[in-house]
């Protein structure tokens, strides 16, 4: 069935600008990764998308090792490119990364010129496209140079495989230098992406810092720390949770008491601001302007639903920021 998408689709989703840059991202992106490999049947990815982009969320985000297997993701969602998304590309920001391993031998991970233009070449195959939006050096290599690795970047720009490029996991020295040396060669960094969340607040440790004065935006994953940060673990560990049945990348033993404790104080408050907690601590996230947008994975539409709704939430009072970090101090 030929997808119509939604009329209504800009109507309530907020964008924010990207640094120092002409692109608005929505405040909630939606990641293709875990959910988008085998374990997930095609017809609920294809209604995740869907759900997705009738909300307003305009900007997918995959690399080229996410699955499993490696570059299912990709493979996914260039079927539904084909099926759903072709006559709306200009209305999508689509990003992919290389720069973890993704094939075997020397060439096939870190930063070298030849993995990263390889990589890209191989994902945009994957996903039916000619060009990404986004393209990131998924990680900082301290072996090759970074002249290396940021003019490997600066080439495909000029190139017409991406658009704009940008980094992932850089401390706040090495995010300085890549986006100094990209700012040199003529190609700025639009963006970095990190995990950040209530419970992960690494990033405000000088890299926050860092992308205001530099006037790079910010993309967090993992705002909800792997799930932990909604009411699916109250009471426990429900056996059809990530934690339950697919625990590779949310273990049982990272659900402790001690955190129980902080997820029920957080849910309460969330629920005196009409929120759920998924909404607070992704409005949480959002409260700093150099976050430009919040990464969700989704496992069906309904989270979607849910998380689109965090845009919609009142502001924080400072007695309101003030308790959440009495709560997790």
């Known amino acids: 069935m030929t997808y119509t998408p939604a009329q209504t689709r800009y109507d309530s989703m907020l964008y924010r600008r990207c640094g120092r840059s002409g692109i608005l991202l929505p405040a909630i992106s939606l990641g293709l990764w875990h959910n988008f490999g085998d374990i997930t049947p095609f017809g609920v990815q294809q209604s995740i998308l869907r759900t997705a982009f009738d909300n307003g969320i305009t900007h997918f985000d995959l690399a080229n090792n996410y ?3 490696y570059g299912e993701a990709e493979r996914n969602f260039g079927i539904h490119m084909l099926r759903d998304w072709k006559p709306h590309r200009d209305e999508l920001i689509i990003s992919t990364k290389a720069g973890y391993d993704m094939w075997k ?6 930063g070298s010129r030849k993995y990263l233009i390889a990589s890209l070449d191989q994902s945009l195959k ?7 939006d986004i393209f990131y050096h998924h990680r900082p290599d301290p072996d090759t140079p970074i002249e290396e690795t940021m003019g490997a970047l600066d080439h495909i720009v000029r190139s017409g495989k991406a658009l704009y490029v940008g980094i992932s996991n850089y401390n706040p020295d090495q995010a300085r230098e890549a986006i100094r040396t990209l700012r040199q060669l003529g190609t700025p960094c639009l963006i970095q992406q990190n995990s950040y969340s209530m419970m992960n607040r690494r990033v405000e440790q000088g890299l926050t810092d860092t992308l205001r004065e530099e006037k790079v935006g910010l993309i967090c994953f993992a705002p909800l720390q792997g799930g932990i940060l909604t009411d699916r673990y ?25 955190k129980l404790v902080k997820i029920r104080a957080l849910n309460e408050l969330a629920a005196a601001r009409g929120q759920k907690l998924s909404q607070m601590a992704l409005e949480w996230v959002l409260r700093d302007e150099v976050v430009t947008s919040a990464l969700i994975g989704a496992s069906r539409p309904q989270q ?8 919609r939430g009142p502001a924080f009072t400072s007695d309101e920021l003030a308790e959440i970090d009495r709560i997790l101090a």
């Open 67 to 69: 699955g499993p297997p």
């Open 234 to 258: 109250l009471n426990g560990i429900p056996a059809d949770s990530r934690a339950g049945h697919d625990p590779r990348f949310l273990k049982p033993d990272a659900i402790t008491e001690d």
């Open 126 to 132: 994957r996903m039916n496209l000619d060009y990404v």
């Open 304 to 311: 979607v639903l849910d998380n689109v709704q965090a845009v």
């Open 105 to 110: 031998g020397p060439y096939g991970d870190h």
